[in-house]
């Protein structure tokens, strides 16, 4: 009985040392000496801006027929609307009806919004225009459930962008994640990684998801021995402690 309960014992610790704890996988957790978790600073949120093979949509509303029936309307209403989605050429710019090619290149959004209206305007004197970025996706690789992902909401965060995914698995590995992120001129992607347990993620230059990204979870080196949650660990101590007892019976019954 006393070898049966040491065993029982180092099992319990063995497994116990193998769950995943808060310290591991827990968000927003505050940095102490004991955790030593890093500090971020803030940094103003900087809106996305446009690049080369990108793709924008606008929208042109008019209440001129003569040119909602030249941009292929199919209705007689006195307000019409005309939306295509372009793709910005190497050289920074986009083509448009009617228009000769503007720079969209290096802008925000609402920049190319009053950028295109202005042009616009000059043979639609009542034009106003809607644009938006139409290819607006991040894409995640590793353990949380890869695939591509819309950004349906202006700044988006790291969070938000995860949960979208199913959150990141338990044997991901929190500590460091990356996100590849492009650069403009044919610079190599930019590598941001980072560890996002910590609450001073939040605001930092690591939080904001923009488009184009990619997320990247790796695994972490000892997964393998970890179990997933203590559903799994009450499991596996009441199987091994059954195999111990049937073993140990086996052995006594044999050297009676």
Same mark, same amino acid.
């Given at each position: 009985?006393?070898?049966?309960?040491?065993?029982?014992?180092?099992?319990?610790?063995? %497994?116990?040392?193998?769950?995943?704890?808060?310290?591991?996988?827990?968000?927003?957790?505050?940095? /102490?000496?004991?955790?030593?978790?890093?500090?971020?600073?803030?940094?103003?949120?900087?809106?996305?801006?446009? +690049?080369?093979?990108?793709?924008?949509?606008?929208?042109?509303?008019?209440?001129?027929?003569?040119?909602?029936?030249?941009?292929?309307?199919?209705?007689?209403?006195?307000? %019409?609307?005309?939306?295509?989605?372009? +793709?910005?050429?190497?050289?920074?710019?986009?083509?448009?009806?009617?228009?000769?090619?503007?720079?969209?290149?290096?802008?925000?959004?609402?920049?190319?919004?009053? %950028?295109?209206?202005?042009?616009?305007?000059?043979?639609?004197?009542?034009?106003?225009?809607?644009?938006?970025?139409?290819?607006?996706?991040?894409?995640?690789?590793?353990?949380?459930?890869?695939?591509?992902?819309?950004?349906?909401?202006?700044?988006?965060?790291?969070?938000?962008?995860?949960?979208?995914?199913?959150?990141?698995?338990?044997?991901?590995? @929190?500590?460091?994640? @990356?996100?590849? +992120?492009?650069?403009?001129?044919?610079?190599?992607?930019?590598?941001?990684?980072?560890?996002? @347990? /910590?609450?001073?993620?939040?605001?930092?230059?690591?939080?904001?998801?923009?488009?184009?990204?990619?997320?990247?979870?790796? @695994?972490?080196?000892?997964?393998?021995?970890?179990?997933?949650?203590?559903?799994?660990?009450?499991?596996?101590?009441?199987?091994?402690?059954?195999?111990?007892?049937?073993?140990?019976?086996?052995?006594?019954?044999?050297?009676?």
């Amino acid at each position: 009985m006393k070898k049966l309960t040491v065993l029982i014992l180092a099992l319990v610790a063995m %497994t116990l040392s193998g769950c995943y704890s808060h310290r591991v996988i827990g968000y927003l957790q505050e940095p /102490t000496k004991c955790n030593k978790l890093p500090v971020y600073d803030s940094v103003p949120y900087q809106p996305y801006k446009l +690049r080369v093979n990108d793709e924008i949509i606008y929208r042109l509303i008019t209440m001129d027929e003569t040119m909602s029936k030249m941009l292929g309307a199919n209705t007689m209403t006195a307000s %019409t609307q005309y939306a295509n989605s372009y +793709r910005i050429h190497q050289d920074g710019t986009v083509d448009m009806p009617f228009l000769k090619p503007i720079k969209v290149a290096g802008l925000t959004e609402a920049q190319a919004q009053d %950028t295109l209206k202005a042009a616009f305007k000059e043979i639609i004197p009542d034009a106003d225009v809607k644009v938006a970025m139409y290819n607006k996706y991040f894409s995640v690789i590793g353990d949380a459930h890869a695939g591509q992902f819309y950004i349906y909401k202006e700044k988006m965060n790291i969070f938000q962008a995860l949960a979208m995914t199913g959150d990141v698995m338990n044997s991901g590995d @929190r500590r460091h994640i @990356r996100i590849i +992120r492009p650069r403009d001129g044919g610079q190599e992607p930019e590598i941001l990684e980072f560890d996002m @347990r /910590t609450n001073s993620i939040i605001d930092s230059k690591y939080y904001y998801v923009y488009p184009n990204d990619v997320i990247y979870v790796a @695994r972490t080196k000892d997964s393998f021995y970890k179990v997933p949650n203590y559903s799994a660990f009450i499991g596996l101590i009441t199987s091994s402690v059954a195999l111990l007892t049937t073993v140990l019976n086996y052995v006594a019954f044999m050297y009676k």
